[in-house]
């Protein structure tokens, strides 16, 4: 009767029914007296069914199993955790249904906190003990096998988050694991296996962070989801010890921050721009300051301090709490150095003009060169002038290991003829510091200029991602250094805010105009209104300089120029035809009035 209940929980047509079969089943297993042979072959039922075909009847099963982790007596499923954990890791790599991935990442939860629970003495320890040296096991074999490296990351993540505040017990063994795999990620030639789109892969835990299909992508493209769950898992593990991001185990990651950054799939890029952003949040720019002053001089000191440092680190890794005083009492940790630094504002600033970046990572983005931003103008020995090549603008060149979505010239965006933003480029064209009187600030021009094209990107993503950053500097800046970059933040705001070309988004159009009252708000009067006149005569040059072009260019080349009208004319009717087609289908959510049939419409669609 058993066998056939079983089978009802992922075999019956609606879900009341297998969730009442499921609760027979239960109930049988834990309180009929079952041998040890009757438990496993109970067990291997579940575990063999966890492929079935349909979706819903997984997803039962997958509610069953769960509840079997966190009902069954603890020294059986002890016993019994191996016979669950592994077809569990198996189906969580291989799962293709969303509400199934869920299920899965529950189940392994239950499974891992009962079983590596730190309440639960020395067969937890051992549990825990087993899963460490599962993990070293699969990410040694990930280059070779990468579906094991992305199945490990995944378990390091739900282990971290079963394990909650008790993860510090593994953390000296996990971290250096996740962080090595990142590293080798990083380390590749190509900069990952994965394309620079947004990717496959399933999620462990449901979580929204981006939108994640979970499709099975092919093995060759596995080894960004090895450092792409890595990242997470990570991220995990240091929130509940911040101190951790700062410790010696996690150093190789910060010195490979740059191509993780620029990696060539989006996801990677985001993971560990919030990586970074929980780093940052965890100083202040009065601490770093003092961690670069005292490097430098660390530097200059010669080998005496090199061994004392080194006797730090021996003592570290004998206690958690050791390397968390060092830490604390200002043992120089990674960026520790104006170039890291200024190295990473590049990377970020960057990474803004991927046309695949989400408004969470986009949000990370500014946040994380804000406060660079800002604990640079603070702090001027963060940002020495010799270093202004770090953050020259046009460092949009593609790098080794870049994704082509990197690409300053990949999102599609063509220019016009009537685009004002030629009247003042001259304004945004940063070539260096301007002098010691602005101490820091050459680092805040740089990104400015590095951030004003965005403000006419597609999409409200970069755009609003710019205009954030520059009103941001609006409120956090005193007048004084307000007035002295005014030059570089009201133009690309200005143009934004009044634009006609249809270039702007509408969203990044309305932000504009609230970053521009708040520029005129913050800066002194005089110094706005020169600012403001200047952009606009500039506008009405440029204008008349390409009218006198253009006349000339009539006179000079009339075939060339007729040429020009007439795909110019054609793009503005092409423009007309798709706007009709999209104003009639909205009318009709099914497409069909005004369209006809046959020819007609055929012809409306070849057009589009």
Known sequence: ?????????????????????????????????????????????????????????????????????????????????????????????????????????????????????????????????????????????????????????????????????????????????????????????????????????????????????????????????????????????????????????????????????????????????????????????????????????GRGGGAQGGSSRAGNGKSAKSAPVKRKQAVAAGTPRWPASPEALLGLADALATQLRSPLLTAPA?????????????????????????????????????????????????DGEEGGEDDDEQGDAGQLEWVGPAGAAEGGLWVVRALGARLAPLTRRPGPVRGGAAVRWFGALASQLSRAQLDLILDLLVPPVLRAAEDASGKVDPTVKSAAAEALSLLQRAASPPAFVQVYQAVHDAQKSARAERKRRAAVAAVADPEATARQRISRNLGKKAAKARKLVVTKRKRDGAGSIGLGTGKKRRQVEARR
């Open 1 to 297: 009767m058993m066998l056939v209940i079983g089978d009802m929980v992922v075999q019956a047509d609606t879900e009341p029914t297998r969730g009442a079969c499921a609760t027979l089943f239960l109930v049988f297993l834990l309180h009929y007296p079952l041998g040890p042979k009757r438990l496993q072959q109970q067990l291997d039922f579940l575990t063999v069914n966890l492929a079935y075909e349909r979706a819903q009847g997984r997803a039962s099963l997958l509610v069953l199993v769960r509840q079997v982790a966190s009902k069954l007596p603890l020294p059986l499923l002890m016993e019994q955790s191996d016979r669950l954990l592994l077809p569990l890791v198996t189906r969580l790599v291989n799962e293709t249904d969303r509400r199934c991935v869920a299920g899965v990442a529950d189940a392994i939860s239950t499974l891992l906190s009962r079983t590596c629970a730190p309440a639960g003495g020395a067969a937890a320890a051992v549990a825990r003990q087993r899963a460490i040296q599962l993990l070293r096991a699969w990410l040694d074999d990930a280059g070779r096998v990468p579906t094991l490296g992305r199945a490990a990351a995944q378990l390091a993540g739900l282990l971290v988050q079963a394990l909650g505040d008790g993860a510090a017990a593994v953390a000296p063994e996990l971290l250096p694991l996740l962080v090595n795999a990142c590293v080798g990620e990083a380390d590749k030639p190509s900069g990952g296996a994965g394309g620079s789109g947004g990717g496959s892969g399933g999620g462990d835990t449901g979580e929204a962070d981006e939108e994640e299909p979970v499709a099975p992508p092919p093995a060759s493209e596995l080894g960004w989801q090895t450092a792409y769950f890595c990242l997470r898992a990570v991220g995990r593990l240091c929130a509940a010890q911040p101190w951790l991001l700062r410790s010696e185990a996690c150093g190789p990651l910060w010195e490979r921050a740059r191509p993780l950054l620029l990696h060539e799939h989006a996801w990677v890029r985001a993971a560990m721009g919030r990586a970074v952003g929980a780093l940052l949040a965890g100083l202040t720019p009065a601490q770093l300051a003092t961690e670069v002053q005292a490097a430098a001089a």
């Open 362 to 410: 986009a949000s990370q983005a500014v946040s994380s060169l804000l406060w660079i931003g800002l604990a640079c103008v603070a702090h001027p020995v963060l940002a020495p002038p010799d270093m202004a090549g770090l953050l020259r603008r046009g460092a949009g060149r593609r790098e080794k290991g870049s994704g082509s979505d990197l690409d300053e010239a990949g």
